[in-house]
């Protein structure tokens, strides 16, 4: 079975931080570029953070910029997103994406809750 699978989502207090992970089953993320997006309430899905498959180009929405960090291993198959200094307008639902030019696959997604 070829999927995505998220972890790591919860119930925080503002200033707090959570690691997300993404792990990927049936395949390799060697060749992927990989998308965090996330999805408030009513509202639509955004991107978060991108990073290339070699891992040398991460890209953050201006919104986390400076407080969010996505890295990969992929001797792991696993990529991650530290989040911290969180605020209550990182809450939602966050996906991992993994892109190329054959393929595109999302995760399930985890419950990241902000709020005192």
């Known amino acids: 079975q070829l999927q995505l699978v998220e972890s790591g989502g919860g119930l925080v207090q503002p200033g707090g931080s959570l690691r997300l992970s993404c792990a990927a089953s049936g395949f390799t993320l060697d060749y992927y570029a990989i998308g965090w997006f996330r999805q408030a309430p009513g509202k639509e899905r955004e991107g978060v953070s991108c990073?290339?498959?070699?891992?040398?180009?991460?890209n953050y929405a201006d919104s986390v910029k400076g407080r969010f960090t996505i890295s990969r291993d992929n001797a792991k198959n696993t990529v991650y997103l530290q989040m911290n200094s969180l605020k209550p307008e990182d809450t939602g639902v966050y996906y991992c994406?993994?892109?190329?030019?054959?393929?595109?696959?999302w995760g399930q997604g985890t419950q990241v809750t902000v709020s005192s």
């Open positions: 994406n993994a892109r190329n030019w054959v393929g595109d696959y």
């Open positions: 990073i290339s498959s070699s891992g040398r180009t991460p």
